[in-house]
């Protein structure tokens, strides 16, 4: 209240309106369902909505006083449900500062939920019940502004599609600060607000005082097209009428806070930009109330500093403060000074990131499914060239909207790519030159292959070749073989073969593979759907379906080695949809041991059970299996909580990150509940018990059809989400997702920049990048520190496809390095050698990577190739 009224009011203009994010601007806009005008779907651009100047003047002065001159609290509780108020959601916002707690600075960053889940309150009678339970466990100071409250209220405003909400802040004593007042001095309306707090002594009274100018002001807002209206160049906005919740929508996570100033959509045709917000401050910071006084820490840090402490620094002790928890028999380790950050790249990618790759170009692939129809990227043309009008037929028509992007990681935008036929659930691996070479798809998309060759200059798009795959390939697998440029392709729903890309002979067809009829689940969907695949060093290929896994010679079309079943009950591939990773190979055995890891999955019976509206926990368990040697036994471990539609990326420090997904269902629309926000850390060479690390977590659900991928500078971008056939936004549990993100790993913190090494230069052959296995090479960078008792090391990292929890072709290998030579002023010039067959690493880009005691510096791109 107080000085925030203004605020709220003018931000209500910008908020209260449609998060469907055009590219264009339509005057006719469709509703979610069958393209109609909605009841509040005005198309004016400005307040006036095409009325005429009598009319307009007519409304104008009709409000140019607000009434308020109720009586009772019943008259104002009628006038509210006469307006239609009934209808809408309730916004409840609480001042938990004590004014005269402490001298401390205001901390305006925070907003802190009533479930550690961040789950909704269902009806004012719950808010009430936990405001009993949390308040005697508080123990802030103040004062606060209510910057942070406004702006998350807008951003769930958005993030419902538009709907009107009712925002009530709930505060007493002090209401504004004399910062926000010219020399301490409040506004008139600021004075009128904190003299209706002071006289309203009673509840009724002060209810009656805050509640009587709502029924005029909505009623003005609908009448004025106050609710959508354009101004300048701001974007059209379609609003949407008061939703209906179900129960599932009031237990789904709340939606993280953004910059809700920011536009949502980007202009048609054009590149899109949206500058990452600054990073708080106090996001690095570790609080010591929280440290030595649990117990006042509400699902969240909001203590205030006080001011002796107000030097405190990140890099201080209690920054490397590390808690073991143990949860559920495993000990999950929470480190204050290793959780990481996330950051908010663009508000909207217009694509749902189904299918993401980073190219050697440092840009990013992202495409969904052309059979979504409207996605959130509208065209002003064809890729034919004919224009995409405003009429009926045009909105509707999936040609003028994109299905694939391309994502400049250095500019933060993205620009529009064709693509000709519909590559939903398909698979892609890079060639030696950088080539996204793409297969399979839906329909007439399904037996198709196409090409991505990243370039420099932003003209660049799909090339959909003449030749066509042997067998229809819809959740299938690829990966890159050691032969030049070859890649096969396994398995696909009701598909039990495999085929190599491209044929060696124009009669060459597909290969029966038993192991996929024997893995399948019929009742199940499949459960063996998107195999794991994992190139092992011998040149044999690791295949992961179901709970069962073999070794297969794809020369000799020969199942070499069948290994033992993972142990434990539930399916681990889709759509039960666990995750895989092969573990970092190693120069010190010569890259000869190959590890696997297969982490989640979902219970037996979860996609029946799903289909029924009961949604069963996933798995927690993580096998590692040694597949060359022997002795091949799985050795399992516990992950903190149950996981599924999860990624596994290795970061440069060959740690392992698990991250997106759900902790209930299984794949499939609509199959999946309970989004996994915590990030996990895995360290493969710690001991066991000790491995996992639960990271920061992030307020934006990323469930069925999310993707990541590891970036050359060392975060890990995040996109996509979408549990639904079309692109839809609100009066769902989980909203298409179209916001794009970064984690930003601990290693990254600025507290790390003197050990962090830097300005690398690869000088290979004759200057270039291109170097052949087993040659030696040499790398310049600049260090400053060096950790001490650890080795600097060196790592080159395939890039991988990423799609449906699977990373398909990454790797990792630890190079040797033959030597290490210091010079002046901290410059330091390392020979290295690089990996000594195509078996080990398939010709192609890699990021090569310094790693200082676990610090790693900026990626560079290198290609390792036939000499």
Known sequence: MGGSISKRRRSRQRSASNFLPRYQQPHFPQSQDNGSVGHYGYSSQSYSGGRAPEQVKSLDRKYLRIG???????????????AGLESSNLIVGFDFTKSNEWTASTHDQEVFCFYPDERFCHGFEEVLERYRELVPQLKLAGPTSFAPVIEMAITIVEQSGGQYHVLVIIADGQVTRSVDTEHGQLSAQEKKTVEAIVKARKETEFALSALME????????????????????????????????????????????QNSFRPSA??????????????????????????????????????????????????????????????????????????????LLLNNTGVVGMHVALTYKDTVIMFDQTGAGQSGYRLRRRFNGSRCTINHHDLLDSTCYAHSVEYDISANKVRPLRLDTDPWCSSASFLSNGT???????????????????????????????????????????????EHNRVVVVGGRRVFTYEFVPKTSPGEKSFDLPFLHQTNDRDGGGNNLYPFLHLSSDG??????????????????????????????????????????????DHRDNFQKVEVMVCGGSSIGALEAARKGRFLEGLRSCGRMVITGNNNKWEMEYMPKPRLLHDMLILPTGNILIINGAKHGCAGYENARNASLEPYLYSPNKKLGKRFTMLKSTKIARMYHSSATLLSDGRVLVAGGNPHG???????????????????????????????????????GGGSHAIGYGKEFRVEFFLEKRMQNNEVGFSAYAPPFTTHSFAMNQRMLKLRCKSLDRKGGGWVVAVLEAPPSPNVAPSGYYLLTVVNGGIPSMSQWVQFAHA
């Open 214 to 257: 709502i029924p005029s002001q909505y009623k003005a807002t609908l009448e004025l097209n106050i609710l959508g209206a354009r101004r300048g160049k701001d974007i059209d906005r379609t609003p949407l009428p008061p939703p209906l919740y179900g129960a599932a929508s009031f237990n789904s996570p709340k939606t993280s806070r």
């Open 540 to 585: 044999n290929l690791f295949v992961f379906a179901n709970r069962d896994s073999i070794l297969l010679n794809l020369r000799r079309n020969r199942v070499i080695k069948t290994f033992p079943r993972i142990p434990g009950e539930g399916s681990r591939n889709y759509p039960s949809s666990g995750s895989s990773v092969m573990l970092p190979l």
């Open 68 to 82: 308020d001159d109720y009586k009772s609290l019943k008259q104002v509780t009628d006038a509210l449900a006469k």
């Open 726 to 764: 079309r692109y839809i936004f609100h009066n769902v549990a989980y909203p298409t997702e179209l916001r794009l993100q970064a984690f930003v790993p601990h290693y990254m913190e600025s507290r790390y920049h003197n050990w962090r090494p830097s300005n690398m230069t690869i000088y290979g």
């Open 266 to 343: 980007p202009s048609s045709r054009h590149d899109v930009s949206t500058n990452p917000p600054a990073t708080s401050a106090s996001d690095n910071q570790v609080c010591p109330i929280c440290l030595t006084d649990p117990k006042d820490m509400a699902f969240g840090c909001g203590h205030q500093a006080p001011s002796k402490m107000s030097c405190y620094k990140k890099d201080s002790p209690l920054n490397q403060i590390t808690i073991t928890l143990n949860i559920n028999g495993v000990n999950v380790r929470s480190s204050e000074g290793r959780k990481g950050q996330w950051q």
């Open 436 to 482: 996204l070479l793409q297969t399979g798809g839906f329909e007439k998309g399904a037996k198709r292959v196409r090409f991505y060759r990243p370039c420099g200059n932003h003209q660049c798009d799909w090339i959909q070749s003449k030749k066509t795959l042997s067998d229809e390939r819809w959740y299938a697998s690829s990966q890159i073989l050691p």
